[in-house]
């Protein structure tokens, strides 16, 4: 009888630690968030040192609307998953696309960005044909840990495969004669073609996402114990979509769609 009631006590006690750890995870009010820093024009830091772009109008706007208070904090991409483990932020909005992969460590939430994805070249450049065969020896450069650099290294072997540790230096190897392509988010390339490499290059196509690779669009990432946090911030984005703020922040930074099927 004894064992009876001490088990009974223990299960009493672990089901009050769960309803409390329940409740904590409906109280959020503050959400520190990550991002690059250095993804224009979905987010950048200014000459002021200040965060802007698509993502965090957007989610400031999200934040808004469910009234808590958002922090921002600037995270080199590489380091980007484990700083959310080690529980610098408690979120990240970075243009990160919800693989399989990254699912192993992160959740995600729902899905707020699904756009083309392309190689850009010089502006001399004539051959159309992006086929690994076609581009075999040549020198493509991609943004390291990026669903571009998995992309390129799974399907594109033959050729000579050059990652960065940010989309800008990757773009300017090329324009300065030191690669022969880029492949990335086509909407962050527009970014480049229409600025800082509209004399010397242009699109050459885009390339068909692969599901496996690609996952289904680029969403937010939390800790897998977080999913009240995943589960709020998803449903403010599904809101989002239905009653035209998504498309309002999202037409003051891109000239089409940024959720393409």
């Known amino acids: 009888m004894k064992t009876i009631r001490v088990a009974a006590v223990a299960v009493a006690a672990l089901l009050a630690a769960a309803g409390v750890a329940q409740a904590q995870q409906k109280e959020w009010k503050e959400v520190r968030i990550g991002t690059e820093g250095a993804y224009p024009p979905f987010n950048n830091l200014n000459a002021k040192g200040e965060l802007e772009g698509f993502e965090i109008d957007y989610v400031n706007a999200l934040c808004d609307k469910m009234k808590i208070k958002c922090t921002w904090v600037a995270q080199d991409w590489d380091g980007i998953i484990p700083a959310l483990l080690a529980g610098k932020y408690d979120m990240i909005a970075a243009g990160m696309n919800a693989t399989d992969e990254r699912k192993k460590k992160v959740d995600f939430t729902a899905v707020y960005t699904r756009t083309p994805i392309s190689f850009i070249g010089p502006k001399s450049e004539t051959n159309t044909d992006l086929t690994p065969a076609a581009l075999k020896g040549k020198s493509i450069g991609a943004q390291s840990s990026t669903v571009h650099a998995n992309f390129l290294e799974k399907v594109y072997s033959g050729s000579s495969i050059k990652l960065y540790p940010t989309q800008e230096e990757a773009n300017l190897d090329l324009k300065n004669g030191r690669l022969d392509y880029v492949l990335a988010d086509k909407l962050a390339l527009t970014d480049f073609i229409e600025g800082q ?3 010397c290059c242009k699109f050459i196509g885009d390339v068909k ?4 690779i690609h996952g289904p669009g680029v969403a937010m990432a939390v800790r897998k114990e977080d999913t009240a946090l995943r589960d709020m911030f998803s449903k403010a984005i599904e809101e989002s ?6 498309k309002k922040i999202a037409d003051k930074y ?8």
């Open 241 to 246: 979509l239905k009653d035209g703020t998504h």
């Open 197 to 199: 490499g509209k004399d």
């Open 254 to 261: 891109f000239k089409v769609s940024i959720m393409v099927d």
């Open 209 to 212: 996402r692969d599901p496996a």
